[in-house]
């Protein structure tokens, strides 16, 4: 069992931080970008300029999907992130990379619980003066989200916009590779957290 960042207790926790080797991130970076991509086809979705990977985790990842996006997608965007820290020498500050100021920003997650991290994400973001037009994560939890009865994804597009959170897998997803790879005891420790804190 681990205990997740909204406090919950999940028998699965999702270790972005194992995405770490070239042919992880080649994978990983391209269905970012596909999925942006189609996402971009939808009239909820806006143009933006900025991908932003919030530290540390989604810092690799914003980098990689800025490139994919480029060369498989003809679609010319920077990258951003921030430091946990404020640097007080060279060129200072918290934010890296593009200029998020005026700019359209798009913030890429690993995954979403109770959407602290993303909420975090979206003040820095406004703090130094970009909009965030989308926030696209690796794995949709479909759980509950903070008020206890809509979801997560819902609470974040209230305050970004209706369509504009995407993903590349959802938890039914997940639970079906479990099932059809036989791990039936992990298929049912997820079925009974699902039971508790998934959307009906």
């Excluded at 590349?168 to 479990?178: E, G, S, T, Y």
């Amino acid at each position: 069992m681990k205990t997740i960042s909204s406090s919950r207790i999940s028998p699965y926790f999702f270790n972005a931080g194992l995405l770490c080797t070239g042919p992880i991130l080649a994978t990983l970076s391209t269905a970012y970008a596909s999925t942006i991509a189609q996402a971009l086809k939808s009239s909820e979705f806006p143009a933006f300029d900025v991908l932003f990977g919030p530290a540390y985790k989604g810092i690799p990842f914003a980098s990689t999907t800025a490139l994919v996006l480029h060369t498989q997608h003809q679609i010319p965007i920077g990258f951003a992130y921030d430091r946990k820290e404020v640097k007080d020498h060279g060129e200072g500050g918290k934010m890296v990379g593009v200029p998020v100021q005026g700019k359209r920003v798009v913030i890429l997650d690993d995954v979403m619980t109770a959407g602290k991290a993303v909420r975090s994400a979206i003040e820095t973001i406004r703090q130094h003066g970009g909009e965030v037009v989308g926030v696209v994560q690796a794995l949709d939890r479909e759980e509950v989200g903070q008020d206890g009865f809509s979801s997560t994804v819902s609470e974040i597009e209230g305050l970004i916009g209706k369509g504009r959170v995407h993903s590349i897998l959802k938890m039914r997803d997940l639970m079906v590779w479990l099932e059809q790879n036989g791990m039936t005891e992990e298929l049912a420790n997820m079925k009974e957290y699902w039971n508790k804190y998934g959307l009906k």
